[in-house]
């Protein structure tokens, strides 16, 4: 198994409790704007990309359209990338909720196959039209059994 990988997730049609992997569906090259003035990746644009990336799954994992970052929490950024470079986001769900579902998010650079960024908690929360929290109806297993599809 690819040690990008937390350690223990099996996955198969045969573990009905799994926890899913870690997904890595979207990559972005490094490109000027993408810089700060020190010329490395510009923090601010990762977490921009990162936001992105994780509503887009919270909406494809919850199936409703209308959910907002809540919560997020410490950044750990374990190294950086430069101008030219792929990096590629990945995220894992951890928690559901009745509102709220919770991903784990790692980037990496697959130029220098180093881990970018880590971020143990981003959470979601499903609205209704008054843009008050609203249940989603969603459960741990939904989204594991999901998981296969998305
Ligand atoms: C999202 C928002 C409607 C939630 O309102 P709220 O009064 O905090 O709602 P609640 O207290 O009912 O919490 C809603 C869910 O968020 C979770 N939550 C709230 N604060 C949290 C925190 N600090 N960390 C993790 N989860 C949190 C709750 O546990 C709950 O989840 P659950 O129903 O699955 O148990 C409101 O905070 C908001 O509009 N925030 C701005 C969101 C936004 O604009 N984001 C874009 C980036 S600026």
């Not at 810089?35 to 923090?43: K, S, V």
């Not at 919270?58 to 990096?87: H, N, P, W």
Request: contains cysteine; proline residues 3%; glycine residues 10%.
């Amino acid at each position: 198994m690819s040690p990008y990988y937390g350690a223990g997730k099996i996955v198969g049609s045969l573990y009905s409790t799994i926890d899913e992997i870690m997904k890595f569906y979207s990559r972005k090259l490094i490109k000027p704007g993408d810089l700060n003035a020190n010329n490395t990746l510009f923090g601010g644009q990762l977490l921009k990309w990162i936001d992105e990336e994780a509503g887009i799954y919270a909406m494809s994992k919850l199936g409703r359209g209308k959910v907002v970052t809540k919560y997020i929490s410490e950044i750990d950024f374990v190294s950086s990338g430069r101008q030219g470079d792929i990096i590629e986001i990945g995220l894992e769900f951890s928690k559901i909720g009745r509102t709220s579902i919770t991903f784990r998010c790692e980037v990496r650079n697959i130029v220098t196959k180093q881990t970018i960024i880590r971020i143990e908690k981003i959470v979601f929360v499903n609205l209704d039209e008054k843009e008050r929290p609203a249940p989603h109806g969603k459960t741990r297993e939904d989204i594991i059994r999901d998981a296969r599809v998305f």
